[in-house]
Nanobody, 123 residues
Framework: VQLQASGGGLVQAGASLRLSCTVSGRSFRGGTVAWFRQAPETEREFVAAFRENGARYYADSVKGRFTIARDSAKNTAYLQMNNLKPDDTAVYYC??????????????????WGQGTQVTVSS
């Protein structure tokens, strides 16, 4: 399984970005797709997850600003990020696992990772 994340960039606070994650090698049908992020010298932290049954989960820090979506036909997941803040600056990683886990918020539960895409938000 390979994951390719894209869509990052340098933006000002208040701007929007949409990240994409294309999964190849296996259909992510039946799996949970998630986004994590990692700032320098910090642990990888949960951002959002989208379960096959339609349930979506968000970190409190992004709730109301970020939206996770998935297109099973394209095997692609998205993260729409609105009203970006400097604290959102990080490398964003997408991941997927089968089956769903109640610990969907833990990076340790995932073994398939993309290379990440840098998001930098200036104040």
């Amino acid at each position: 399984v390979q994951l390719q994340a894209s869509g990052g960039g340098l933006v000002q606070a208040g701007a929007s970005l949409r990240l994409s994650c294309t999964v190849s090698g296996r259909s992510f049908r039946g799996g949970t797709v998630a986004w994590f992020r990692q700032a320098p010298e910090t642990e990888r932290e949960f951002v959002a997850a989208f379960r096959e049954n339609g349930a979506r989960y968000y970190a409190d820090s992004v709730k109301g600003r970020f939206t996770i979506a998935r297109d099973s036909a394209k095997n692609t997941a998205y993260l729409q990020m609105n009203n970006l803040k400097p604290d959102d600056t990080a490398v964003y990683y997408c991941t997927v696992r089968w089956p769903h886990t109640v610990r969907y918020y833990s990076a340790n539960e995932y073994t398939n990772w993309g290379q990440g895409t840098q998001v930098t938000v200036s104040s």
